[in-house]
C-alpha cells in the first residue's frame, strides 16, 4: 500500500535527507537525491502528529536498512539510542505523547516552512538529483551534518 505523502511530507522527507547529504546515517551508502533509495525513516510513526514533521523523529537510511530496522525494533532503538543519545529518545518520546491536530492550515504552514528551508541547502535538478549548496565550516547550518 503506498503512503499518502502530501506537499508537507514530501518538503519534510526531502529536508532529512538534504540533512544527512542524501547518505544512510547507519551504513554511510551515498545517493545522488530524491528516488535514489534514500528514505526519511520516523523514529515514532507517522501516525503521530505531534511528532510527524519534527527533524529530531527522523533519520535518513538507505531503503535496506529502513525495512531492516522496521522489521528488528528493538536493534533500531539501540542504533537510535547510540547515534542520537538517551537524553534526545526521551525528549521525542514526550513530544510523541502531546495531542496535536493536522490541520490543513497546519500541514501547510509546514509545507512552506520546509520548502524554503530545503531551498537554503541546496537544490533538485529535474531528474531529482541533490545539489546541495557550498558551505564553509563557521557557515553551515547546524541541522545539516554532511558525513
Given at each position: ?46 501516525r ?19 525495512r ?13 539510542e ?66
Amino acid at each position: 500500500m503506498a503512503l499518502k505523502r502530501e506537499a508537507c511530507d514530501i518538503h519534510f522527507s526531502d529536508c532529512v535527507r538534504a540533512r544527512a547529504n542524501f547518505c544512510c546515517e547507519f551504513c554511510g551508502k551515498p545517493f545522488k537525491g530524491r528516488d535514489q533509495g534514500i528514505h526519511c525513516a520516523h523514529i515514532h510513526g507517522r501516525r503521530h502528529n505531534s511528532v510527524r514533521w519534527s527533524l529530531d523523529n527522523a533519520v535518513s537510511l538507505c531503503s535496506y536498512h529502513h525495512r531492516y530496522f522496521g522489521e528488528n525494533p528493538t536493534e533500531f532503538f539501540m542504533w537510535l539510542e547510540k547515534h542520537l543519545g538517551r537524553w534526545h529518545l526521551d525528549v521525542l518520546l514526550e513530544k510523541k505523547n502531546a495531542i496535536f491536530k493536522g490541520s490543513k492550515y497546519i500541514k501547510k504552514e509546514v509545507a512552506d516552512h520546509y520548502r524554503t528551508l530545503l531551498a537554503q541547502f541546496g537544490k533538485f535538478d529535474k531528474d531529482g538529483t541533490w545539489h546541495p549548496h557550498e558551505f564553509s565550516e563557521e557557515d553551515r547550518p547546524e541541522w545539516v551534518s554532511y558525513n
